[in-house]
């Protein structure tokens, strides 16, 4: 099971960035997905996150910002990001709690590699 997450790069203050995430590999379904992301010096911390029926939580400090979507259909998960910040400069990383088999109905939590946004001008 891989997720690979994509979309980060170099924007300016009060621009957007769209993050995605594609979990692959041999999978019953998935439950929670989200993104978090890790500061320079900081610990990773929770950005936002989706339940399989759509219900999101956000951070207080992207709220009304940023917008997590995700497709079951195609096993991904999205982050839209409006009116950054330089304070949210940061390595971002999607993850997911999975099950894998049919007969095991735990679900296992997986990270993404990571993709980093930078937010100067």
């Known amino acids: 099971v891989q997720l690979q997450a994509s979309g980060g790069g170099l924007v300016q203050p009060g621009g957007s960035l769209r993050l995605s995430c594609v979990v692959s590999?041999?999978?019953?379904?998935?439950?929670?997905m989200g993104w978090y992301r890790q500061a320079p010096g900081e610990q990773r911390e929770l950005v936002a996150r989706?339940?399989?029926?759509?219900?999101?939580n956000y951070a207080d400090s992207v709220n009304g910002r940023f917008t997590i979507s995700r497709d079951n259909a195609k096993n991904t998960v999205s982050l839209l990001m409006n009116s950054l910040k330089p304070e949210d400069t940061a390595v971002y990383y999607c993850?997911?709690?999975?099950?894998?088999?049919?007969?095991?109905?735990?679900?296992?939590?997986?990270w993404g590699q990571g993709t980093l946004v930078t937010v100067s001008s």
């Open positions: 989706i339940s399989r029926g759509g219900s999101t």
């Open positions: 590999g041999s999978i019953v379904s998935i439950n929670n």
């Open positions: 993850n997911a709690d999975i099950r894998l088999s049919n007969v095991d109905y735990a679900f296992y939590m997986y």
